[in-house]
């Protein structure tokens, strides 16, 4: 595994504010310029090489809302906006603009049960094979939950459920 590339500027604002003390509200904002990252370049009859650039930026939005209501439900829902630029000729590739995430738990005695859904836009820029850039999906799964014991819980995940063929690539900040 190659070390990261150099880091030369980097910007953070993440404030959050709580509601009546049963919503919280997260948002956060982020700037990176690096230096010297590595990019595959294609070239003509199909064929790559791999270049250093001098630089790129990553930069992009969070926004994230918690909320705990009565009768034992809890609720998150957020977003994360990412925009890449190399040398101000175009994005980095392999990064989807936009995730969504969304879950539910309700507690009831002992037993949690869950559901989660969680949607990532089409990856538009891709280096090899362009007609197989990863499409749009959204994934749901569920749990259940019970609790035994302070110290013992059994806990049952289905990932999945909508048996969607997806594709992630986890280069950047996502």
């Given amino acids: 595994m190659s070390p990261p590339p150099p880091l030369t500027a980097a910007a953070d604002l993440a404030p959050q504010l709580a509601a009546a003390g049963w919503a919280v509200l997260d948002a956060a904002a982020f700037h990176y310029d690096y230096s010297e ?3 595959w370049q294609v070239l003509a009859g199909g064929r790559f090489k791999t270049e250093n650039l ?3 930026q ?3 939005g969070e926004l994230g809302v918690r909320a705990t209501w009565p009768k034992n439900l809890n609720t998150v829902f957020s977003t994360t906006y990412l925009s890449t630029d190399i040398n101000d000729v175009g ?4 990064v989807p603009e936009w995730r969504f995430y969304a879950s539910a738990a309700y507690e009831y005695n002992r037993t949690t049960y869950g559901l989660e859904v969680r949607h990532v836009t089409k990856t538009d820029t891709v280096v090899f094979y362009q007609n197989d ?3 749009a999906f959204t994934l749901v799964s569920a749990r259940v939950a019970f609790q035994f014991r302070q110290s013992t819980r059994l ?3 289905l990932e999945n459920l909508l048996n969607k063929q997806y594709e992630e690539m986890e280069r950047y900040r996502m």
């Fill in 91 to 94: 994005p980095l590739t392999y």
């Fill in 133 to 135: 850039a990863p499409d």
């Fill in 37 to 39: 990252i590595i990019r």
């Fill in 58 to 60: 990553i930069q992009g």
């Fill in 155 to 157: 806990s049952l995940h």
């Fill in 54 to 56: 001098a630089e790129a």
